[in-house]
């Protein structure tokens, strides 16, 4: 039975340009204080534009409601659970987007004089520290934009190290578990890319490692715990296998959710790691982004990391370009400084030993849900889990019923889905991490809705492989979408 | 910890649950020597009232309320108040990526709005839903244009902005794509065709200038457009200030646009986030980085939109993918729709004819060092004096100035780039003519 979510009416809305009428309008300009002149002037008459065909002209008022309505057919984390594996969809606390918004913060411009922007390198500086701290590194990197981009640019750091050394080598070695992006930002940094296959249990596989580690791996980049939330029993010993062969251990550190407070990639043998600050560090997803992935590494990689490089020169800070072995720009200026204000917030708030009481919650969590659900859907793998558990869809498959018609149906129960056939080593996979911000009604909630949907799959099939039905948008037509792309609005369409 | 929603009894209850009998138990299976045996070396957690206090503090050591004439990248414009409104609703702040469409409808109904208004300000066919920034959007599109044309060499001119062409140097140097710069005419500020000739050539992929440039000056984008495909290659246009597009007429020589919309009320935040944009061809759709937003119908035939041509991307694709990119910047992307909407057809022409006449007010008073046609943004020569000494002469006044070319550009050692835009008051546009008199 549906218990969590009752249908209420949601409001239609065109398209900005449906909306349009000439002459409406939603601004007003300030009288200029200073003569006007006359662009085909001041531009050259071929360099003018006529009007600029189709774009929208609405009034405030309408623009408020189309967003707002717009606004209302999604699902947010302000709603309820959000229980996508490896997206660590935790509250995103408020006053983090408060104090990013203090006029000194949002306004500071980058050019502007170091003496004049200390504020934003302290926030800069301290937040590195207590990365570097959390993860058991030497230095951090806040440059990258997003964690894809701290991954090429890792990788471009070991590329780095390893050309110092003589070599640079071939081949990135990724397990058959890791995310799309660990493949994709070995080949954007120049490396071939090698899938080890992943051992019975899900894990790396130690014989295969050690068989496979020659003087042409630069790496082998590993997300721990997997994408199963299983924690890499041989961690240390795989990083010993590297290393004696010239090789580094880079960590995808999307599941740090998991270890906060609790071990440490740098103690464990991880040379470089990334960081998604919209994952472990709270900052909003905002459907999609901005995102932030900075970068730890060892003392023996901090000479390449990007430039600039915050030094401390007397009492102030000061901005490092001089740094010879550096890979260079991964990105223009420093980083997304907005959503860097937002991540140290939320260290501040928790603090050292808040933040392992979160990591805490978030393990607790994940296990109770394990247990709740283990009796109706199949857990592909025995080994303990931490922040996050992945069921395959192995007993529904028997009633025709598949991972992504569960996900559907889950919806109607008020949830977002969890995330749908990943990892791909599971057959239809159901990825759960519900993270240390969901209370246990509402964990108890999602697990009513779950074991429901296991019962409603066994009595009726063709109920769940329909679903959703209490949304405004039903199933959504990708197929077509992809074979006849419209990717924009034109009059009439 | 007031973001931890359990008491301590239902910790119990569920550890109850799952058969364990501590918190710490959950662990157990960790090898003992990855396990971290102390506390974090950070201090304990604060309230709420200390974190504000704590970065109010930190504002304050910033510049606050100084009027400023830097642009070079990132401008100062007005930021309408609903743009904050709309961004700040839960619905679309704390939203994941689209992929699940039935439930997603509002953030897909943006983007899509974006997409299309993005094609329609450059006039390109169609535009992805967002890059990083407008810096890393450059050499996605020059390996776009690789792709397309089954080349590798970048030519690019000097006058685009120059952290731009270091992040395009940091990623083609490991992609295997020579990039060669080519220079400026030294009094026009513009592009030097001849030395584009000398530098293109059969194995040229792309050629990249910015207009209007970094020196703020309109380039000659169509004679660019013509030596690229005599010889093969495709031209990418960067553009850094998006308020130009509200006057500027898009070149139909481009055939890749690399783009940063920050202009359109994303705030300075002392260099991100903000979002790039790659807009392109129809016919160069499936080389395309990063995500699309496409429109296509649910069962019940009702119009809706949904991510789509996922298979040049990285979690289909893998190492074979057109890009790396994942994320998208779906907010900023949002915030652009909303100051675009607000402004509108008729608002955007207006707020770019007052950027040009606040400029020129100011160039009218200097003498530009460029005789190029220039946007909002020209450089000056700091006659007898050095850049720096008349940026500290502004400072006493609590006015930022320009920004000294010499830190990019050795032989513009003797100029400043000054920006003016709708924000920039006739007093203060004085006090700088004053200084540097």
Redesign the interface.
């Known amino acids: 039975m549906i218990k969590k979510v009752r249908s209420h009416i949601s409001q239609n809305e065109p398209l900005l340009f449906e909306r349009s009428s000439p002459g409406k309008r939603a601004y007003q300009l300030p009288e200029l204080d200073v003569p006007a002149v006359d662009p085909a002037v001041e531009l050259g008459a071929g360099n003018v534009r006529a009007e600029i065909d189709g774009f929208p002209e609405i009034s405030e008022v309408e623009a408020i409601r189309h967003f707002t309505r717009l606004s209302t057919w999604n699902y947010a984390i302000d709603y309820g659970m959000y229980p996508l594996g490896s997206c660590t969809m935790k509250y995103n606390p408020r006053v983090n987007e408060l104090v990013a918004k203090i006029e000194g913060m949002a306004w500071a411009h980058p050019y502007q004089p170091e003496s004049l922007s200390q504020g934003s390198m302290e926030v800069m500086a301290r937040l590195e520290s207590a990365l570097a701290e959390i993860t058991g590194l030497h230095a951090v990197s806040l440059q990258p934009a997003a964690g894809a981009h701290g991954e090429m640019a890792g990788i471009l750091l070991i590329r780095a190290l390893l050309e110092k050394r003589g070599n640079p080598r071939k081949k990135v070695l990724i397990p058959d578990s890791a995310h799309g992006t660990n493949p994709a930002s070995a080949a954007i940094a120049g490396y071939a890319v090698e899938n080890i296959p992943s051992n019975e249990a899900g894990l790396l596989d130690l014989a295969a490692l050690e068989r496979i580690v020659d003087g042409d791996v630069a790496a082998l980049m590993v997300t721990n715990p997997n994408t199963l939330g299983v924690f890499e029993q041989n961690i240390v010993e795989a990083a010993r296998i590297l290393h004696s062969k010239g090789a580094m251990l880079y960590m995808d550190g999307a599941n740090m959710n998991a270890l906060v407070g609790i071990a440490r990639p740098g103690d464990f043998g991880v040379d470089v790691l990334h960081l998604n600050l919209h994952k472990t560090f709270s900052t909003p997803h905002g459907g999609g982004g901005p995102g932030a992935g900075p970068v730890a590494v060892t003392k023996e990689l901090e000479p390449f990391l990007p430039i600039p490089r915050l030094k401390r020169s007397g009492k102030k800070w000061a901005w490092d370009y001089n740094r010879k072995q550096s890979i260079g720009r991964v990105r223009a200026f420093y980083g997304n400084f907005g959503v860097l204000v937002r991540a140290l917030a939320y260290i501040l708030a928790h603090g050292g030993p808040g933040l392992r009481n979160a990591t805490v919650d978030a393990v607790l969590n994940a296990n109770y849900i394990r247990k709740s659900l283990e009796p109706y859907y199949d857990l592909p793998y025995a080994s303990p889990n931490m922040h996050e558990v992945v069921f395959s869809d192995a007993r529904q498959e028997k009633s025709g019923v598949r991972t992504g018609d569960i996900a559907k149906r889950l919806i109607d129960y008020g949830f977002h889905p969890y995330t749908v056939s990943f990892p791909l080593i599971v057959h239809g996979a159901l990825m759960i991490e519900p993270t240390e911000t969901e209370g246990k009604m509402e964990l108890d909630s999602f697990i009513d809705a779950m074991t429901s949907i296991a019962k409603e799959v066994e009595d009726d099939p063709q109920l769940v492989k329909n679903a959703p039905y209490s949304v405004r948008t039903s199933r959504v037509d990708e197929v077509a979408a992809a074979r006849k792309p419209v990717l924009r609005w034109k009059p009439g369409n | 910890?007031?973001?931890?929603?359990?008491s301590d009894s239902?910790?119990r209850?569920?550890?109850d649950?799952?058969?364990?009998g501590s918190?710490d138990d959950?662990?157990a299976?960790?090898?003992p020597?990855?396990?971290?045996n102390r506390?974090?070396?950070?201090?304990?957690?604060?309230s709420?009232y200390?974190?504000?206090e704590?970065?109010?503090?930190?504002?304050?050591?910033?510049?606050?309320?100084?009027p400023?004439f830097?642009g070079?990248?990132?401008y100062?414009h007005f930021r309408?108040v609903?743009v904050?409104?709309?961004?700040?609703?839960?619905?679309?702040?704390?939203?994941?990526?689209?992929y699940?469409?039935?439930?997603?409808?509002?953030?897909l109904?943006?983007?899509?709005?974006f997409?299309?208004?993005m094609?329609?300000?450059t006039g390109m066919?169609?535009?992805n839903?967002?890059m990083?920034?407008?810096?890393?959007a450059l050499p996605e599109a020059a390996m776009m244009a690789a792709r397309v044309t089954g080349k590798g060499k970048v030519v690019v001119a000097r006058s685009v902005?120059p952290?731009?062409r270091?992040?395009l140097?940091?990623?083609a140097?490991?992609?295997?794509m020579p990039v060669e710069e080519f220079g400026y005419v030294p009094d026009a500020g513009v592009i030097d065709l001849e030395d584009l000739e000398r530098k293109i050539d059969g194995l040229t992929a792309a050629v990249v200038v910015q207009s209007p440039n970094f020196f703020g000056v309109?380039d000659q984008v169509k004679a660019a457009g013509e030596i690229a495909h005599r010889h093969g290659a495709l031209l990418i246009l960067v553009f850094t200030e998006a308020v130009s597009l509200g006057?500027?007429?898009?070149s139909p020589e481009v055939d890749i646009v690399a783009g940063e919309v920050q202009s359109f009320a994303i705030?300075?935040?002392?260099?991100?986030?903000f979002?790039g944009v790659i807009a392109t061809r129809e016919k160069y759709?499936r080389q395309m980085p990063g995500?699309?937003?496409?429109?296509?119908?649910?069962?019940?035939g009702?119009r809706?939109?949904?991510l789509?041509?996922?298979?040049r991307?990285?979690?289909?694709?893998?190492?074979?993918?057109t890009?790396?990119?994942?994320?998208?910047?779906?907010?900023?992307a949002?915030m652009a729709?909303?100051f675009?909407?607000?402004?509108?057809?008729?608002?955007?022409?207006?707020?770019?004819?007052?950027n040009?006449?606040?400029a020129?007010?100011l160039a009218g008073r200097l003498k530009p060092r460029f005789s190029g046609?220039f946007?909002n943004e020209f450089a000056v020569r700091t006659e007898g004096k050095k850049p720096d000494a008349v940026?500290r002469e502004l400072?006493k006044k609590k006015i930022?100035g320009g920004?000294p070319l010499g830190r990019f550009y050795p032989e513009l050692a003797d100029s400043l780039l000054l920006c003016a835009t709708?924000m920039s008051?006739?007093a203060d546009?004085d006090a700088v003519a004053e200084a540097l008199a």
Not at chain 2, 308 to 311: G, H, P, V
């Open positions: 910890m007031r973001y931890l929603p359990k239902e910790r209850q569920m550890l649950a799952c058969g364990t918190a959950l662990f299976h960790l090898p020597e990855v396990r971290l506390p974090l070396d950070l201090p304990p957690g604060i709420e200390e974190i504000i704590y970065f109010t503090a930190r504002a304050a050591e910033n510049a606050n309320g100084y400023s830097l070079a990248g990132v100062h309408p609903i904050d409104t709309v961004v700040s609703r839960g619905e679309f702040l704390t939203s994941y990526t689209p699940q469409a039935e439930i997603s409808q509002g953030i109904t943006s983007i899509f709005e997409q299309t208004m094609c329609q300000l066919d169609v535009a839903a967002s990083y920034d407008g810096s890393t902005h952290e731009y270091e992040v140097q940091t990623y140097k490991r992609q295997g309109i006057l500027l007429e898009p705030s300075p935040s002392y260099g991100g986030p979002a759709i995500r699309l937003v496409g429109q296509t119908v649910d069962s019940r009702n809706a939109f949904c789509t041509l996922a298979t991307e990285q979690h289909i694709r893998r190492e074979r993918a890009s790396n990119i994942c994320t998208n910047q779906a907010l900023v949002l729709t909303v675009l909407s607000v402004y509108g057809k008729q608002g955007l022409r207006e707020l770019a004819e007052q040009l006449a606040k020129h007010y046609k946007f940026n400072l930022v920004l709708e008051r006739r546009m």
